[in-house]
Nanobody, 114 residues
Framework: QVQVEESGGGSVQAGGSLRLSCAIS????????MSWYRQAPGKEREFVSF???????TYADSVTGRFTISQDNAKNTVYLQMNSLKPEDTAIYYC????????WGQGTQVTVAS
């Protein structure tokens, strides 16, 4: 059984930083080509960032230059370093594998106060 577990969220002031982690267990195949998404209250879930199995990254325009995605293949874990956080970054953050899109975790809450 594939399990996805996000962690690292919290409450910070605007301008602060957080580092999110996402661990995938149950399948090494699924633990590649990973994306981060977020969903703010009353809004649709939106794409944040992606990292391919060979390290190619993409970002949403709204986070480019502030967020950095990375991965540790040995640990089946992907990270999202978030710097210069803004109140509009407040959301629940989820990770998802493009190879196994049916599996989602509970997400991790990020709250940025102005």
């Amino acid at each position: 059984q594939v399990q996805v577990e996000e962690s690292g969220g919290g409450s910070v002031q605007a301008g602060g930083s957080l580092r999110l982690s996402c661990a995938i267990s149950g399948s090494r195949f699924c633990a590649s080509d990973m994306s981060w998404y977020r969903q703010a209250p009353g809004k649709e879930r939106e794409f944040v960032s992606f990292i391919s199995s060979d390290g190619v990254t993409t970002y949403a325009d709204s986070v480019t230059g502030r967020f950095t995605i990375s991965q540790d293949n040995a640990k089946n874990t992907v990270y999202l370093q978030m710097n210069s956080l803004k109140p509009e970054d407040t959301a629940i953050y989820y990770c998802n594998s493009r190879r196994c899109q049916n599996y989602w975790g509970q997400g991790t809450q990020v709250t940025v106060a102005s």
